[in-house]
């Protein structure tokens, strides 16, 4: 609703009150429409603020309205009769001033910002474009190069920056509604013409074409195939080239063909998704609400190789004190100069203060006896981390997190090195730690609600998406991973190459195919994870090198490495390189050779393999492991899988992750083409589909939001 009242004497005060954000609700705007109205009737009302309850303007349109049928009084004509208003209208924007809500204030005459708030046309995060006005708006007001910027990014900008753009008038450190309606006392009877911006012309540009063509090639690259950008950069040019009447049709038009779209539905999913995830359970029956995070001020990182540094400069950055630990001196050096030139150029972008005086670096463990929480990242190695956790165990004061950054292995087997169980979780961060939003919370069997609460706090006060995720291995990220590569690795077995294979990725919206990312990871990693669980050691005579423990299986990852072809760092992998370290991947005709060898070796005649097939049988194998980590509760529901790859493994945000994108193909058609594959390879049981996805299609294939429903009846069956 919005609320009404008069105050100063001659001042109307509307305050949008719709929690937590003030949203643009149905009731918002009809509230919007009916206290206009009453202050422009008003004879002793000479000025209007518009302000937000709780010192919040307003968020936007309410994003969940948009999944049904829009009712109410609609945007586009609430704003221009503010902007048409004889009255002067000014917007008090405290807090934020986000997609719909910056557009409100676009339509106003004057704006003041306090100096904490953020402003922003994020819509293209949600496959949309700024449409009540934004698009044909903005630019006029603020020139077309900075507004593409901005409509096209969804960034927010500070008080500082809109004002430095022109998007405020005023930027101030007091009551922002206070100092806006004492602008509104003295801007009253003045004209408004020169204050309305749909009747500005855009501030002229020398070569439009050129700079629209520009900025499109880069936008289309940048974008990987969402189609929200490209109508962004088409509805500016619009009002870049347009009178404002034809600019808001084209707007309209535009916004018309996205609002449908499956990209839209599923980036507003993904919104939603983000949120739900932090409000975890378990299936013991621990909850984010019922249980207590302790406060955690010093950490400890154990390992300062390429994890470790990482984790400590995303722990630093948010002003905790950082307790490292690496025994190899070398190593120790090196890291303490890696660390501290990552602070610095992160401090440098973010124009403040590098944090360096926030770590100490150690070379042994009894350092760490202080501290409220310690996060392990020493190889991968099982016993060296059992030997780890038996010393923090006893090191540590009582009550200390012990925390491992393991990718695969049983965090409940590090438990039961310490005295406290309880008090073990696993906070797998992933690669650069510092960079990647993505953090999986690993609870075992005896992890306590408290240990879970206080790494997921943990990760939020660092700035990570957190996922609560079971034991098992590999988790939910790195277990679903291994039937998409194992299929990768099949595809060039039975005729495809790498190229063809990331093409196909590619153009579904991977930054990178799956070859171009091993050789990048390295070769070498998965190469040592399959000799630990040996696999990847030589047949014996008689036995097949293409089955092991009777299921079909791939060598041509273990051959390349036994050549000494780990990937970029050696400059050889599934493709080749300029140097060792180089970067950019080129076939590589030794690599193809060497396949067609392979193959005549085993008897495999190659066949012509399709994007279609590369698609289905890389992403189902993939989507078929994720419903059985739901079937197996490791993971409470779709949306904490779809996160985990939207933020930890590239999958395209306008894909939504794989179990919504699964809805979206189609849940018949993924278990039918699965059926298709695994009876063409029986020898793979990861084809076969799974309990869950059949029941899921029994049940009539109900949307993603009601898939938690069948699961709770089937683990209730089991
Ligand atoms: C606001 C935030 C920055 C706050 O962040 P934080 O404090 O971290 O809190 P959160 O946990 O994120 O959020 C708290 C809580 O609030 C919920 N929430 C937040 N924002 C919204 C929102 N806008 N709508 C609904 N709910 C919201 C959030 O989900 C949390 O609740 P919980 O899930 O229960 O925990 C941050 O939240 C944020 O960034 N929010 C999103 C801001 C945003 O993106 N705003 C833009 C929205 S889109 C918009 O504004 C567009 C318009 O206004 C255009 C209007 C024109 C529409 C025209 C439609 C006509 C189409 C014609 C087509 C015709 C087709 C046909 O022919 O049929
Ligand atoms: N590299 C990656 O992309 C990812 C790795 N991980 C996991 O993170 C952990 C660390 O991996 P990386 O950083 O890649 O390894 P790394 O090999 O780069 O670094 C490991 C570091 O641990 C140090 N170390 C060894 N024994 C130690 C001890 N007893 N005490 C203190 N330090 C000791 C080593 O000297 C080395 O500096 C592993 O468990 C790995 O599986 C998790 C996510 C991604």
């Known amino acids: 609703m919005a609320q009404y009242s008069r105050i100063s004497g001659s001042v109307g005060l509307i305050t ?17 429409v009916d206290t206009v109205e009453k202050a422009l009737s008003d004879p002793k009302v000479k000025s209007v603020v518009i302000c937000g309850q709780n010192g919040i303007f307003c968020g936007g349109a309410d994003i969940k309205e948009f999944a049904g049928n829009m009712s109410g009084p609609p945007l586009v004509p609430i704003i221009h009769a503010i902007e048409a208003a004889n009255k002067p209208m000014v917007a008090a924007i405290e807090g934020i001033a986000l997609g719909g809500g910056l557009e409100l204030a676009l339509g106003c005459h004057y704006r003041v910002a306090h100096a904490k708030a953020r402003l922003g046309l994020p819509e293209v995060t949600l496959g949309l474009l700024p449409a009540a006005g934004g698009s044909q708006r903005l ?36 009551k922002t509604v206070d100092v806006a ?25 020398s070569a439009l074409d050129p700079l629209f063509e520009e900025v499109m090639q880069k936008v289309r690259q940048r974008a990987r195939g969402a189609i929200a950008p ?31 779209s499956g990209q839209a539905r599923a980036l507003q999913y993904s919104f939603f998704a983000q949120r739900a995830v932090s409000k975890w359970s378990t299936p013991s029956g621990a909850r984010w609400d019922t ?3 302790r406060p955690v001020h010093k950490v400890a990182v154990i390992g300062l190789g390429t994890m470790g540094r990482g984790i400590a400069v995303a722990l630093a950055q948010a002003g905790l004190s950082v307790v490292t630990v690496e025994p190899q001196e070398k190593q120790l050096m090196e890291a303490k100069q890696a660390v501290s030139g990552m602070l610095e150029r992160g401090a440098k972008k973010r124009g403040v203060a590098p944090p360096l005086n926030n770590i100490t670096y150690n070379s042994n463990i009894q350092a760490v006896a202080d501290v409220d929480l310690v996060i392990e990242a020493v190889f991968e190695d099982m016993a060296l981390k059992k030997k780890v956790f038996q010393q923090l165990s006893v090191v540590c ?45 690993v609870y075992g069997p005896r992890s306590s609600p408290q240990a879970l609460a206080t790494a997921m706090q943990l990760g939020k006060k660092i700035g990570k998406v957190s996922v609560a995720v079971g034991n098992c291995r590999g988790f939910v990220g790195n277990r679903m991973l291994k039937p998409y590569i194992e299929q990768a690795f099949f595809l060039l077995e039975e005729g495809a190459t790498p190229e063809l294979v990331d093409r196909a990725l590619e153009e579904f919206g991977f930054s990178m195919g799956i070859f171009k990312v091993s050789d990048l990871s390295g ?24 089955i092991r423990e009777g299921r079909r299986y791939s060598p041509l990852g273990d051959l390349l490495c036994e050549q000494g072809r780990f990937g970029q760092k050696t400059g050889r992998g599934w493709y080749q390189y300029s140097k060792p370290g180089g970067r950019e991947p080129s076939s590589d005709p030794w690599f193809h050779s060497f396949l067609k060898e392979y193959r005549a070796k085993h008897g495999l005649v190659p066949r012509a393999i399709d994007h279609q097939e590369v698609l289905e049988r890389c992403l189902y194998a993939l989507i078929n492991e994720g419903f059985r980590i739901l079937e197996d509760g490791i993971a409470a529901g779709p949306e904490d899988i779809d996160v985990i790859y939207l933020f930890g493994y590239g999958w395209p945000s306008y894909r939504g992750g794989p179990m919504f994108y699964a809805g979206m193909v189609g849940l018949p058609k993924v278990l039918d083409r699965l059926e298709h594959y695994y009876q063409a390879h ?29 699961i709770k009846k089937l683990h209730s069956q089991l």
């Open 291 to 293: 249980s207590t995070p």
């Open 181 to 205: 309606v004492k602008l509104a006392l003295s801007v009253a009877g003045k004209p408004l013409d020169a204050r309305r911006i749909s009747t500005y012309l855009c501030p002229p540009l």
């Open 139 to 174: 630019p006029r007001l603020i020139g077309v190069p900075a507004a593409l910027d901005l409509i096209t990014t969804g960034r927010h900008v500070t008080a500082a920056e809109a004002l430095q753009l022109g998007i405020v008038d005023q930027v101030t450190d007091h």
């Open 230 to 260: 490209i109508a962004c950069v088409q509805a500016v040019r619009a009002a870049a080239a347009l009178p404002y009447a034809q600019g808001m049709e084209r707007e309209k038009e535009l916004m018309a063909t996205l609002f449908t």
């Open 16 to 32: 949008l009150k719709s929690p937590p954000v003030n949203a643009l609700s149905a009731v918002v705007r009809q509230g919007i």
């Open 523 to 546: 070769l070498d990693v998965g190469w040592r994870v399959r000799k630990g669980d040996g696999l990847a050691e030589p047949r014996a005579t008689g036995q097949s090198a293409r």
């Open 397 to 441: 004061k009582p009550g200390t997190f012990l925390c491992t950054n393991t990718s695969a292995l049983d965090v409940d087997q590090l438990a039961s090195q310490t005295r406290t169980p309880e008090l073990v979780v696993g906070m797998h961060f992933f690669a650069p730690a510092n960079v990647m939003k993505l953090l999986e919370v």
């Open 682 to 710: 029986p020898d793979v049981p990861y084809l076969q589909p799974c309990t869950l996805l059949r029941r899921l299609v029994a049940s009539g294939s109900p949307p993603v939001h009601k898939w938690r429903e069948v």
